[in-house]
């Protein structure tokens, strides 16, 4: 089956700075990579996501690439705030199969300080 | 709200006890998730069920059990067979054979 490693497990910036999460998956049949974004005791919440037809995707300050490749995905952040202090999960799926299902790397606790 | 509810919020059980935690979606959406998430681990599929009546394990669906009896609902029952239940329980829905896109506020069970 599928398994999400992540990295790193704790990352701390200066505001301002720009952070990087990756991924790396081990099914090339997988082919949906969305991130979340999990405040302290609260919901994830999906940030942004890309599928395996496009190798970078971006929204404002966050831009996800994807390389096929050597199955591995990233999150960038640029101009890092305060406000984006949280757990990031990236996940992995394969859309269209019969499960739907998403695996989960273990998440990166991204710390800005101001 | 993201139109999916979890009650309660904060859940207490006794050891041999089993307690069924709620979870309710007005989105139309006709997949349901449950997720477990420990401290420091990404999260993990319990169950999860694309239409009414049917339902499939995850990965960890051993101490659990589910029903899907209305398009609307997927509670959880979390058994006494369940050794380490003490957990934040998030429950999740998307449209048919998509990945799960909007979870719920979140159940955090503690065993006493």
């Known amino acids: 089956g599928e398994n999400v490693e992540q990295h790193p497990s704790t990352l701390s910036v200066q505001e301002g700075d720009s952070a990087v999460i990756k991924c790396t998956y081990s099914d090339s049949a997988s082919n949906y990579f969305p991130w979340y974004k999990q405040e302290l005791g609260k919901r994830p919440q999906l940030i942004i996501d890309i599928r395996s037809n496009v190798g970078e995707k971006k929204d404002q300050r966050i831009a996800v690439t994807l390389n096929k490749t050597a199955k591995h995905f990233s999150l960038h952040i640029t101009e890092t705030q305060p406000e984006d202090s949280a757990v990031y999960f990236c996940a992995a799926s394969t859309v269209g199969g019969s499960q739907g299902n998403l695996i989960f790397g273990k998440g990166t606790k991204l710390s800005v300080k101001p | ?112």
């Open chain 2, 1 to 112: 709200d993201g139109g999916i509810t979890q009650s309660p919020k904060y859940l207490f059980r006794k050891e041999g006890q089993n307690v069924t935690l709620s979870c309710e979606q007005n989105l139309n959406h006709d997949a349901m998730y449950w997720y477990r998430q420990d401290p420091g681990q990404g999260l993990r599929l319990i169950y999860y069920s694309q239409i009414v009546n049917d339902f499939q394990k995850g990965d960890i669906a051993e101490g659990y059990s589910v029903s899907r009896e209305k398009k609307e609902s997927f509670p959880l029952t979390v058994t006494s067979a369940q050794k380490n239940p003490t957990a934040f329980y998030l429950c999740a829905s998307s449209n048919s054979r998509s990945p799960p896109t909007f979870f719920g506020p979140g159940t955090r069970l503690t065993v006493l």
